[in-house]
């Protein structure tokens, strides 16, 4: 069953100083029970398109679904089926966890002894039920964002949207929200929808990943198919030779091989794409041999979804994450135009 449909979505900002085509007609579908991530670095859409499937900001053009209701045009229908967890925290640091969970419980209009019941089961789901009567600025990082999606679960959504869910937080308790994560969604069928800029994150808790950069998803399938697509092994080379004439003719004979699926350069490394690595490699030191080309470097190494963020978007993950200047501004931007 598809919980999430999206058509030609798209959203711009406008502004006297200068519009943002942040999503640029994007479609997908999500099926029931499914974790399905978008990733991708800042500024690339991600948080636009979460914010336009939870009713925060209209389309400029385009249709999203939600178990049916349409996001403009049923906003109450979608809030009261989806929990969202956003980047920002929504805790209130002066409030006890206790506290807090009761509020958002009567945001949703549940009577106290459903509050109750529920805030029970959740605090203790994600460890938090001894230190429940402390206020939460006494609280980590990491039991902070914890208890935030707590508070998004506690009416039970059907959809649970999770924006970048480990932002900023240290490894050990990333882990911990992963596996917070895959036992949200074992124990209650939950769909969950989250945006990340982390690789291995999506690796690890994603059923598929749609893979998002300015404004346009780029690629979309199951994080092994993803890695397949790119077609082999990978070999890196460093090449210490001035000549690129040589080294011209150097990958020319290579690219003759029958395993050789394709060669790239990038910043003077050159990546070989192969089916078989290890019995490549001895055949690319005999050629470099004959043609007096001087190896610095060799590696090999399986896929990641680094390399297949390269081969999609022409361009490595950490060269495309935007400065802090550029997240400003956009989030100045939104926050006008909401």
């Not at 399986?302 to 501004?329: H, I, Q």
């Amino acid at each position: 069953m598809k919980v999430i449909e999206v058509k030609d979505l798209a959203k711009t900002y406008y502004s006297p100083f200068g519009n943002i085509e942040a999503v640029k007609g994007i479609s997908f579908e999500v099926e029931e029970g499914e974790i399905f991530g978008f990733l991708g670095p800042n500024g690339a859409g991600k948080s636009t398109t979460i914010m336009m499937l939870t009713t925060l900001v209209k389309p400029t053009k385009g249709t999203a679904k939600i178990l049916g209701y349409d996001v403009v045009h049923q906003p109450n229908e979608v809030r009261r089926v989806i929990g969202y967890v956003s980047q920002d925290l929504t805790v209130d640091d002066t409030l006890t966890g206790w506290e807090n969970m009761y509020l958002q419980g009567r945001f949703y209009h549940l009577p106290k002894e459903v509050i109750k019941q529920r805030s029970e089961e959740l605090l203790k789901l994600l460890r938090l039920y001894e230190r429940a009567k402390d206020k939460a600025e006494t609280y980590s990082g990491g039991m902070r964002k914890r208890l935030d999606i707590a508070m998004g679960l506690i009416h039970r959504p059907k959809i649970l949207f999770l924006d970048e869910p480990t932002l900023g937080l240290d490894v050990q308790t990333r882990q911990d929200i992963w596996e917070y994560v895959q036992k949200i969604r074992k124990e209650n069928g939950m769909t969950i929808f989250l945006t990340t800029h982390y690789m291995e994150e999506a690796d690890s808790l994603c059923d598929r990943i749609a893979i998002i950069d300015k404004g346009e998803i780029k690629a979309l399938d199951t994080p092994r198919r993803l890695k397949d697509s790119i077609g082999g092994d990978l070999i890196s080379l460093k090449i210490s030779n001035e000549s690129l004439e040589e080294i011209s003719k150097f990958l020319e004979k290579v690219k003759t091989l029958e395993v050789v699926k394709n060669i790239t350069s990038q910043d003077g490394r050159y990546t070989i794409v192969a089916s078989n690595a290890e019995k490549l490699i001895p055949m690319i030191f005999s050629i470099a041999y004959e043609s007096n080309i001087n190896i610095s470097s060799i590696t090999m190494k399986k896929p990641s979804l680094d390399d297949v963020y390269l081969a999609y978007t022409g361009k490595e993950f950490r060269d495309e994450e935007g400065s802090k200047e550029d997240a400003m501004r956009m989030r100045r931007l939104v926050r006008r135009t909401r």
